[in-house]
T-cell receptor, first 113, second 116 residues
Framework: GENVEQHPSTLSVQEGDSAVIKCTYS??????FPWYKQELGKGPQLIID?????GEKKDQRIAVTLNKTAKHFSLHITETQPEDSAVYFC????????????FGTGTRLKVLA | GAVVSQHPSRVICKSGTSVKIECRSL??????MFWYRQFPKQSLMLMAT?????????EQGVEKDKFLINHASLTLSTLTVTSAHPEDSSFYIC????????????FGPGTRLTVL
């Protein structure tokens, strides 16, 4: 069935270090993979996304990689800052029938000053 | 651009009453809107998908008679929690997708529902 696994569930890093969050999806037909940042009491905000026709995308300190064969995609944050602390969710878009996003379980990132 | 609003942001109601939550796309036409609920420290769980002018598609386990969804226009969808009970207390989030912006979905700020 439709499933997105996300690891780790919590991650603590020192300010300036890198953080990596990994996700695995189940449906090989998925072709769009967004990453969201959610702060306490707020809705998720899109921070970066990748489509299945590319293997990597970068936007300043944030990058996402996609391995279609293994059905893995990862979020990389470099030079982390305290304001990066939040919960991060990966998602995969399923297009069988109707459009539907399946979310990972979330990663709580703490950047220690 | 691509702003989605939700109203109210926070609501407290008595058990047995109904609550309506509005989701609006402010600067684009949303062909599809999604409704999610999120319990504390958990992920977003899709409740239903609504397309303008047609009936919503509910996820397995979501009672369509309890969570009424109406997508009357390309900029407005509403979720009504009927006969609310304390176990319906949650964070409800909508998102909107436009056919002209690829598959990207834009989230509203969420509505915190507390049922006493």
């Amino acid at each position: 069935g439709e499933n997105v696994e996300q690891h780790p569930s919590t991650l603590s890093v020192q300010e300036g270090d890198s953080a990596v969050i990994k996700c695995t999806y189940s449906d090989s037909a998925s072709n769009y993979f967004p990453w969201y940042k959610q702060e306490l009491g707020k809705g998720p905000q899109l921070i970066i996304d990748i489509r299945s026709n590319v293997g990597e995308k970068k936007d300043q300190r944030i990058a996402v990689t996609l391995n279609k064969t293994a059905k893995h995609f990862s979020l990389h944050i470099t030079e982390t800052q305290p304001e990066d602390s939040a919960v991060y969710f990966c998602a995969a878009l399923y297009t069988s029938g109707t459009y539907k996003y399946i979310f990972g379980t979330g990663t709580r990132l703490k950047v220690l000053a | 651009g691509a702003v989605v609003s939700q109203h109210p942001s926070r609501v407290i109601c008595k058990s047995g009453t109904s609550v309506k939550i509005e989701c609006r796309s402010l600067d684009f036409q949303a062909t599809t809107m999604f409704w999610y609920r999120q319990f504390p420290k958990q992920s977003l769980m899709l409740m239903a998908t609504s397309n303008e002018g047609s009936k919503a598609t509910y996820e397995q386990g979501v009672e369509k008679d309890k969570f009424l969804i109406n997508h009357a226009s390309l900029t407005l969808s509403t979720l009504t929690v009927t006969s609310a009970h304390p176990e319906d207390s949650s964070f409800y989030i909508c998102s909107a997708m436009s056919g002209t912006r690829g598959n990207e979905q834009f989230f509203g700020p969420g509505t915190r529902l507390t049922v006493l």
